[in-house]
């Protein structure tokens, strides 16, 4: 199994900065495509910032010249960097991996996971 790890959520007045991180382990063979979606009440979840499976980086248009996705492979660790925060990014955030973790029939075998989420609350 692989087990997704957040931290960094919290409250923040609007202009502020909060750093979030996630963390996966356990059996991985390669992550194919890792990111943040969130989640704000009464709404449905949606992508925050995300590294594709083909390397780019795609941010939602409410999020872009504020937020900054980043990682680090050799801890299979995600980051995203918030600044400028509005009311309005307040949200529950997941991280989201798409993960290879086993073989069969000389295949990669891929499944989706997703971390418990992290309050992010923005306001005065």
């Known amino acids: 199994q692989v087990q997704l790890v957040e931290s960094g959520g919290g409250l923040v007045q609007p202009g502020g900065s909060l750093r979030l991180s996630c963390a996966a382990s356990?059996?991985?063979?390669?992550?194919?495509?890792m990111g943040w979606y969130r989640q704000a009440p009464g709404k449905e979840r949606e992508l925050a910032a995300s590294?594709?499976?083909?390397?780019?980086?795609h941010y939602a248009d409410s999020v872009k010249g504020r937020f900054t996705i980043s990682r680090d492979n050799a801890k299979n660790t995600v980051y995203l960097q918030m600044n400028s925060l509005k009311p309005e990014d307040t949200a529950v955030y997941f991280c989201?991996?798409?993960?290879?973790?086993?073989?069969?029939?000389?295949?990669?075998?891929?499944?989706?996971?997703w971390g418990q989420g992290t309050q992010v609350t923005v306001s005065s």
């Open positions: 989201n991996a798409n993960v290879a973790r086993t073989y069969y029939s000389g295949r990669l075998v891929s499944d989706d996971y």
């Open positions: 356990g059996s991985i063979l390669r992550i194919n495509a």
């Open positions: 590294f594709t499976a083909g390397g780019s980086i």
